[in-house]
């Protein structure tokens, strides 16, 4: 049974500061990986998706990257602003089973 | 992209009572569509999983007499809540998954369910 875990639950930093968050998956036979924002009491915001077969995706000021024979992938987020300030969710979807999720990470960007 | 509705966005109710989620899929058809609960500063969790015209498959730990699930259409799923108690009180996420994309899941804005 698939089981994603992100590091770490929660991080503080100073306005300005380029960060990155990490996702592990135990099983390796995905057919995508996803990473989401969720502001408090709201739903999910789609951010990046990568596909199994490829090893980043980038939009503005986010990277995500995928390494697939080691389940693992990181959210690279460049000069944080205090507006980046969510829980950012890993997502893995694995055959024609649903997305499974990891706890989040609980990210405030301090001005 | 496609776009998955729920309605309501928000509902408060007495205990005892049953309280009716719909989750709509407005420009696809969804074959598959699941719902998540969500407790404050948690994850989502998996509760059910459901094909059109078929029942649907519930995740351990959750009762299926306590929250109905129907799928009767390839647009509409609704997620009953019967005989809520204050433990039920969540965040409940629809998510729909269509035919023609079989790796993609689309969410729906969240309810909120009180109940006190």
């Known amino acids: 049974k698939q089981e994603v875990t992100q590091i770490p639950a929660a991080l503080s930093v100073p306005e300005g500061e380029n960060l990155v968050l990490n996702c592990s998956f135990t099983d390796s036979a995905i057919y995508n990986l996803q990473w989401f924002r969720q502001d408090p009491g709201k739903g999910l915001t789609s951010l990046l998706l990568?596909?199994?077969?490829?090893r980043e995706q980038t939009s503005g000021r986010l990277n995500a990257s995928l390494d697939k024979s080691s389940g693992r992938s990181t959210l690279y987020i460049a000069a944080s602003q205090p507006g980046d300030s969510a829980t950012y969710l890993c997502a893995v979807l694995s055959g024609n089973t649903p997305l499974v999720f990891g706890k989040g990470t609980r990210l405030s960007v301090i001005a | 992209g496609a776009v998955v509705s729920q309605h309501p966005s928000r509902v408060i109710c007495k205990s005892g009572t049953s309280v009716k989620i719909e989750c709509r899929s407005l420009?696809?058809?969804?074959?598959?569509m699941f719902w998540y609960r969500q407790f404050p500063k948690q994850s989502l969790m998996l509760m059910a999983t459901?094909?059109?015209?078929?029942?649907?498959?519930?995740e351990q730990g959750v009762e299926k007499d306590k929250f109905l699930i129907n799928h009767a259409s390839l647009t509409l799923s609704t997620l009953t809540v019967t005989s809520a108690h204050p433990e039920d009180s969540s965040f409940y996420i629809c998510?729909?998954?269509?035919?023609?994309?079989?790796?993609?899941?689309?969410f729906g804005p969240g309810t909120r369910l009180t109940v006190l």
């Open positions: 459901s094909n059109e015209g078929s029942k649907a498959t519930y």
């Open positions: 990568i596909q199994s077969s490829q």
């Open positions: 420009d696809f058809q969804a074959t598959t």
């Open positions: 998510s729909a998954r269509g035919q023609g994309a079989p790796d993609t899941q689309y």
